[in-house]
């Protein structure tokens, strides 16, 4: 019989196996040198350049590791482990699509390759493919029943499913394989956590430290349950011990900073907050957690940093989101709120109640309060009995005026939550506003009775005395909200306009100072910061330029321009910044160098002021209000142009100006429907609109009238002004209009709710502002109607008395 001999062993090989040997025994310095023997011999030799990238990967030289695993590949691209192995030093690099495509290969030769399921599970976890790393898991642990990775990754990966009751059934597979893997140990923990098995999870944690006592993670878990239940000084510890292991964790620094904040050292936390987002850039939720300390801590600029380096390491952070937007909101920034919120409330797949109450409150206070309405609708058909948002509910809909609807809203609030002095205190504010004192009174008083020391209950209840006309009990309750609250701005505000609108100017300017400070008022967003320094009078303006610049309304800077002409009296060089439409009228005023339009660019300056504080800056009195018959001129040549467009006169000629800016505060109390203000028109009078703008409602009226409407002529105030200098007298509702005619020394009769301005004082028929004005009130519980009928008459009895 004839036997075929097997071929000896080529030196390659030789070299090849003793390469295998000593790699298997670690040394892999020896493992590598006689690899090389080996290709030196046979370059093409597939299991050395196989093993030399092995080892390379072993050794952290990754890129090494893909050259000699890619050249084996290249040799014999039928080895399903090889791919494996790729994926392995792919998964190293953090090149995860790569590695999935040589794991997908790897499982396509050998389906049956156990590794390869496992490190593909592995990769798929990381990119949060959790049911795709669970089937992978699955299937190595149905080819490898034993195997104890597998159980315990799969474990981590059903914990993340929230799948916990499968996921400790899968964590006590491993154990049994494998009772001293302090890893196993410390998933188990974990998962009794989310079980709220805390005790149990304290023992599982303490077992993973047992057995492993550098396990860093497994103190910073323990640590971390130790918090939850109370046990302070040992977290500390714990968290001490962790970081003190080895490479410093962010997550530990997170957590440690967590239950520093919980303990009322937001300074510790601070800094353990910042050591985690230094160690990693991009933790969203260590920037996120730091910005929302910060904000606790009023930081708010550093708090936004945070937040916005939360959502740019996480784009999809919900939290960041939300937290960003109620920051700009407490920054009264509004419009970038809401897109916060709105970006919030879109990366939740179902609606949110809380979100749309806090969007609701964005929309009510950019006055889009329909749009706030509908937010806190939505709230209510998710959370029917949302405190917060019934609240919000009310406030919009009185901001609409539909305040019955309002009603209902606070009253379910207050049914709800009785205790709650909000809904008790919007309650009076809406009473207040709908007339109802006695209610009003009512439901102050009850929020009173629930918290005495709430001082903007005192405060809105001072609001109700000063609108029936109370005003020392309105000073009491001011001064009660100021002793509760030292810096309460708005109290404060409120008890310097009730003092100057009772004539007492001492304490009221002074209190005037206060709207720098209020940020509930537009004024305060008017606030403007120069490093040259404020003037109120004290220092020398000889020589000097001062810059004197409007603040709020038109009607305000025609009002207080009047002190121009003593600050220039001073010595100063003045410039005049006023809004655009008022320029031209203001450039000839006595006093003023130069007359620049609000927004163009300054010149320079020594010392600045704004107008409305001049009359603090004199020092006014009552007794000293500057008040020439005119210190405004009209245009000659326009005044004789509108008379001329007018014709000859049928009567007196009356100038009329029934409504002003329509998003003025207070404007549903000073405007009039023009088919209500149309009872002054008398057939004895010739009427002329002074308004350039008409609302909507009004102009079919206005149309069908007696009123001549000149608006379309009317280009700026030079020639409103010269307009109202062609006619007889002004009849106006307390708009700029009516300050136009006052500071000309135009005849003008204004007409004033009975919560009038400040500037109006009380009960006069006359103005120490204004020489030839005539006030004409609401009084207590009146409506426009009898004003206007006291208005006509005047009218007649002026007719009449011409000749």
């Known amino acids: ?9 080529s030196q390659a090989d030789e070299f090849f196996a003793q390469g295998l040997d000593a790699h298997r025994r670690g040394d892999l310095g020896t493992a590598v040198h006689l690899y090389e023997q080996a290709l030196q011999r046979e370059p093409g030799h597939f299991d050395a350049l196989h093993h030399i990238g092995i080892a390379a990967y072993h050794a952290g030289n990754h890129d090494i590791a893909v050259q000699f695993i890619g050249a084996a590949i290249e040799r014999n691209p039928q080895v399903s482990t090889a791919y494996g192995n790729l994926g392995n030093v792919y998964q190293a690099l953090g090149q995860h699509a790569a590695a999935l495509a040589c794991y997908d290969e790897a499982l396509r030769l050998d389906d049956a390759n156990a590794d390869a399921h496992y490190n593909r599970g592995n990769v798929l976890r990381r990119l949060d493919r959790l049911e795709d790393a669970l089937q992978s898991y699955e299937r190595t642990l149905a080819l490898l029943p034993g195997d104890v990775s597998g159980w315990n990754n799969r474990a981590v990966v059903l914990q993340d499913l929230k799948r916990y009751a499968a996921a400790l059934a899968s964590v006590d ?16 923990g974990n998962i009794l956590v989310y079980l709220h098995r805390r005790d149990e999870a304290m023992r599982s944690f303490e077992t ?17 349950n130790q918090a939850a239940l109370g046990l302070y000084e040992q977290a500390q510890a714990s968290y001490a011990r962790s970081l003190a292991l080895g490479p410093e964790v962010p997550e530990t620094h997170k957590r440690k900073a967590d239950l520093l904040r919980a303990r009322g050292d937001h300074d510790g936390a601070l800094a353990a907050y910042e050591r985690a987002a230094t160690l990693r850039p991009a933790y969203a939720e260590a920037q996120l957690e730091r910005g929302r300390l910060l904000m606790e801590c009023d930081r708010h600029d550093e708090a936004l940093e945070c937040l916005q380096a939360a959502i740019a390491a996480d784009p999809g952070n919900r939290l960041a989101h939300l937290h960003r937007g109620l920051l700009l909101h407490r920054r009264k920034e509004y419009q970038a709120a809401l897109a916060s919120f709105d970006k919030a409330i879109a990366l939740k797949e179902d609606d949110d109640a809380d979100s749309q109450v806090v969007r609701g409150n964005t929309l009510r206070e950019l006055d889009r309060c329909e749009e706030a309405v509908e937010a806190y609708e939505r709230a209510l058909a998710l959370a029917p009995a949302h405190y917060n948002a019934l609240v919000g509910h009310g406030i919009a809909l009185q901001r609409l005026r539909r305040h019955d609807a309002a009603r209902a809203s ?35 008083d009850i929020a009173i009775a629930l918290n005495p020391n709430e001082p903007m209950i005192y405060n809105n209840r001072g609001n109700l005395y000063e609108g029936i ?7 009491r309750e001011f001064d009660k909200a100021i002793e509760l609250k030292p810096d309460f701005v708005a109290a404060h505000w409120n008890k310097s306009l009730v003092c100057m609108r009772m004539g007492e100017f001492g304490q009221g300017l002074d209190g005037y100072e206060w709207r720098w400070k209020a940020e509930h008022l537009a004024v305060f967003r008017e606030n403007r910061d120069f490093p040259q ?7 020398d303006l000889a020589g000097k330029t001062i810059l004197l610049y409007a603040e709020q309304g038109l009607g305000d800077t025609l009002h207080f321009c009047r002190y121009v002409p003593m600050v220039a009296a001073r010595g100063a060089r003045v410039i005049v910044e006023v809004q655009r439409p008022l320029v031209k009228l203001i450039q000839p005023l006595p006093g003023a160098t130069e007359v620049i339009a609000k927004g163009d660019a300054l010149p ?29 001129s009209s245009d000659p040549v326009r005044e004789a142009g509108w008379r001329e467009l007018l014709g000859p006169a049928r009567g007196p000629r009356v100038g009329l100006a029934w409504s002003g800016n329509p998003v003025h505060k207070n404007d549903h109390n000073r405007s009039i429907p023009f088919e209500e203000f149309a009872r002054v028109l008398t057939p004895a009078c010739e009427f002329v609109s002074l308004q350039k703008e008409h609302r909507e409602a009004d102009l079919p009226l206005l149309a069908d009238s007696a009123v001549r409407d000149l608006s379309e002529l009317l280009h700026d105030f030079t020639d409103t002004a010269a307009l109202c ?5 002004v009849v106006a509702v307390d708009t700029s209009i009516a300050h136009l005619a006052g500071a000309l020394g135009r005849p003008v009769w204004i007409l004033l709710p009975y919560a009038a301005d400040w500037r109006w004082l009380v009960e006069r028929s006359d103005s120490p502002w204004y020489p030839s004005a005539r006030l004409y009130r609401q009084q207590l519980g009146e409506d426009w109607g009898a004003v206007l009928a006291r208005v006509r008459a005047d009218l007649d009895a002026l007719a009449e008395s011409r000749p």
């Open 1 to 9: 019989m004839h036997t075929i001999d097997q071929a000896p062993p």
């Open 173 to 188: 597979q491993a154990l049994a394989l494998a009772p001293g893997l302090a890893a196993a140990h410390n998933n188990r």
């Open 208 to 224: 993973a430290i047992g057995i492993q006592p550098d396990y860093a993670d497994g103190w910073s878990n323990l640590a971390s």
């Open 410 to 444: 606070l009253a379910r609030a207050i049914g709800i939550a009785p205790k709650e002095i909000s809904g008790h205190l919007n309650l009076g504010n809406l009473l207040q506003d709908m007339g109802d004192t006695e209610g009003a009174l009512a439901s102050y």
């Open 469 to 475: 006309g109370q005003f020392d009990a309105a000073l």
């Open 533 to 539: 320094p404020l003037w109120l009078g004290q220092q």
């Open 604 to 632: 320079a300056f020594d010392f600045h002021c704004p107008l409305l504080s001049l009359p603090l800056a004199f020092k006014t009195t009552l007794a000293t209000i500057p008040a020439p018959d005119a210190y405004l």
């Open 725 to 729: 200098a062609a006619v007889d007298v």
